[in-house]
Every structure is written in C-alpha cells, then in structure tokens.
C-alpha cells in the first residue's frame, strides 16, 4: 500500500497536471478551430460544388461568419464568449453533416469534423469555462462554474438541436428559392436567437464566488437573487454526505456538491415559475452547490481561510 507521502506526491502532480490541462483548453480551442478553417472547409466547398450562385455565397459567407465569430469568442476570454463559443462550435457538426449530404467525400468531411470534435472537447470542458468566467471576475475574487441542473441542461440541448439547424437551414433555402419554407425556418432560427439565446447564456453565469468578505451563490437558474455571505456566516464547507439534509440549490446537478453550513439562518429565494410568480423563499442553515470542480473549489476557500472539513 503507498505511504501516506506518496499519496500526496501523487495528488499533488494530478493537481498540477489538471492545472496544466486548465492553461492549455483555450489554446487546444483556438488550433482546433483553426484547422477547422485550413483543413475542413474543403467539405463546404464540395459541397456547393455546380450549384448556384446564390447558394455558393451564401454556404461562403455563413461558414465565414460562423468561423470568424467563433475564432473571437476562443481568443478574448469572457463569460459571454463562453457562451458563443459552446452554442456557436457545435455548427461546425451539423456544416459536416449538410456537407455529407450535399455530396462532399468521407475524406473531406473528416477533415471537417475531427477539429471541431477536438474544438468542442476543449470549450466543453470544465476547465476552459474556468478560465473563462475568472477573465470577467472582479477584483479579488474566483468563480468557480456550477454544473448544469439536468432539466435546464436538458432543456437547452433540445432548444438548440432545433434553433442551430434551423440557423443553417435557412438561408441556406432562401438561397435555393424555397422563399415559403426558407423564410419560416429563418424566421425560427431569429426567434430562437432572440427568445432562447438569453436562457443559455444564464447557465454560464452560474458561479459560486470566494471575495474577501466571504462566499456568494450567483445562480440565475436556480435563485431569484444571489445569496451573500459573510465570513463569519460560514461554519464550514466539506463534501455532501450521501445522507445530508442541506437544503439542495443545485438545481438539482449530477455529481458530487459541496456543502456549505451557517453559523446562522440565512434567507434564498428560488427563481421565479409559473407556479411561483414572486419565487418561493426558504430560510436555511446548510445547503448544497454543484462546482464543476469541488476538489479545486474547497482548496481554493481553505486558502482564503474559510473553514474546511
């Protein structure tokens, strides 16, 4: 059995290898998505091959757009390029796809597809939304993600498998002078942008903070308010036990969650429903958050003094 010495050698070199995994997501971003330009646009341009005009231009310029719009949003660090960046690469998929179909050859298209797997592997992972979100922090503080609760992840998986192909879709119809459907499915795709764009970009600004005053649960998702606590509110952060009867204000989240325990009552508010128009308040001395990583999350607060167990 390893010595007690080894074990932190060896979780001390698995923590520096998940820090380097951290530092180099954006850069396995930007690459991927790079080739995704050298390399994989030779599918697009099968695909169109002896069509017309219109329809050439129009696959030339969407692909463009997409390309350019993604390639900003890996290169400056934000919490809104997170969002771009995971519903925008994914177009790369169904651009594969489209060009399958329009006769483009399996060669062609995996050279679409491989680098914008390795692109979307890379803005999905825990890590680059990390980065991402720390780069709109504020001051002296760290955000750490929340996971996805399963019904709103679940949700936004479903509106996007219907808004994304309806975005390419769309003016790809117009183009071939199919004006009746072209313009209801762009039509979809501009109200999905607009109605349902909002509500994806709420699952990236889902954070439990550390400031120096304390600890703050900004959930938009799940709370009608961000929940603020001081330091000497905080009795102490540890691992959920299997049996805990924290209150849940993770959504609720797969995975492990942190729990965090008060030194007095404090007050959330629940996000505002249809059957919950004002929200629905609860007063709590214990509740449960779902960081993407609670490992790094609670070495972070024993850091900043907060009392870990």
Same mark, same amino acid.
């Given at each position: 059995?390893?010595?007690?010495?080894?074990?932190?050698?060896?979780?001390?070199?698995?923590?520096?290898?998940?820090? #380097? *995994?951290?530092?180099?997501?954006?850069?396995?971003? @930007?690459?991927?998505?790079?080739?995704?330009? +050298?390399?994989?646009?030779?599918?697009?341009?099968?695909?169109?091959?002896?069509?017309? =005009?219109?329809?050439?231009?129009?696959?030339?310029?969407?692909?463009?757009?997409?390309?350019?719009?993604?390639?900003?949003?890996?290169?400056?660090? =934000?919490? @809104?390029?997170?969002?771009?960046?995971? $519903?925008?690469?994914?177009?790369?998929?169904?651009?594969?796809?489209?060009? /399958?179909? &329009?006769?483009?050859?399996?060669?062609?298209?995996?050279?679409?597809?491989?680098?914008?797997?390795?692109?979307?592997?890379?803005?999905?992972?825990?890590?680059?939304?990390?980065?991402?979100?720390?780069?709109?922090?504020?001051?002296?503080?760290?955000?750490?993600?929340?996971?996805?609760?399963?019904? #709103?992840?679940?949700?936004?998986?479903?509106?996007?498998?219907?808004?994304?192909?309806? +975005?390419?879709?769309?003016?790809?119809?117009?183009?071939?002078?199919?004006?009746?459907?072209?313009?209801?499915?762009?039509?979809?795709?501009? #109200?999905?942008?607009?109605?349902?764009?909002?509500?994806?970009?709420?699952?990236?600004?889902?954070?439990?903070?550390?400031?120096?005053?304390?600890?703050?649960?900004?959930?938009? +998702?799940?709370? /009608?308010?961000?929940?603020?606590?001081? $330091?000497?509110?905080?009795?102490?952060?540890? *691992?959920?036990?299997?049996?805990?009867?924290?209150?849940?204000?993770?959504?609720?989240?797969?995975?492990?969650?942190?729990?965090?325990?008060?030194?007095?009552?404090?007050?959330?508010?629940?996000?505002?429903?249809? $059957?919950?128009?004002? &929200?629905?308040?609860?007063?709590? @001395?214990?509740?449960?958050?779902?960081?993407? @990583?609670?490992?790094? $999350?609670?070495?972070?607060?024993?850091?900043? &003094?907060?009392?870990?167990?």
């Amino acid at each position: 059995m390893p010595s007690a010495i080894q074990q932190r050698r060896d979780a001390t070199t698995t923590e520096r290898s998940i820090a #380097a *995994l951290g530092a180099a997501t954006p850069w396995i971003a @930007r690459v991927g998505w790079l080739f995704v330009a +050298v390399v994989g646009g030779a599918a697009v341009d099968a695909a169109v091959d002896g069509r017309s =005009s219109a329809v050439s231009w129009t696959a030339a310029i969407g692909s463009w757009s997409v390309w350019a719009v993604v390639a900003a949003a890996v290169t400056i660090a =934000s919490t @809104r390029s997170l969002t771009i960046a995971r $519903t925008c690469a994914p177009l790369a998929l169904l651009a594969a796809a489209g060009s /399958a179909l &329009g006769g483009a050859s399996a060669l062609d298209v995996m050279l679409l597809v491989a680098p914008a797997v390795l692109t979307l592997a890379a803005v999905a992972s825990a890590e680059f939304g990390r980065r991402f979100v720390q780069a709109s922090a504020y001051g002296d503080e760290e955000r750490f993600p929340l996971r996805f609760p399963a019904a #709103a992840g679940a949700a936004a998986v479903v509106s996007w498998c219907v808004v994304a192909p309806a +975005v390419v879709a769309g003016p790809m119809l117009l183009a071939a002078g199919s004006w009746v459907v072209g313009a209801f499915v762009t039509v979809v795709a501009g #109200a999905g942008i607009v109605f349902i764009g909002p509500r994806w970009h709420r699952l990236s600004t889902r954070w439990f903070v550390l400031v120096p005053a304390g600890a703050v649960l900004h959930d938009p +998702v799940v709370l /009608a308010d961000t929940l603020p606590m001081r $330091t000497d509110q905080i009795a102490g952060l540890r *691992l959920a036990p299997g049996d805990t009867e924290a209150a849940d204000l993770t959504g609720p989240a797969s995975g492990y969650a942190i729990e965090v325990s008060t030194t007095e009552t404090l007050n959330a508010v629940f996000a505002y429903t249809p $059957t919950d128009p004002d &929200g629905r308040a609860i007063h709590l @001395r214990a509740f449960l958050v779902a960081p993407s @990583r609670p490992g790094q $999350t609670l070495r972070a607060a024993q850091a900043r &003094g907060l009392p870990v167990t």
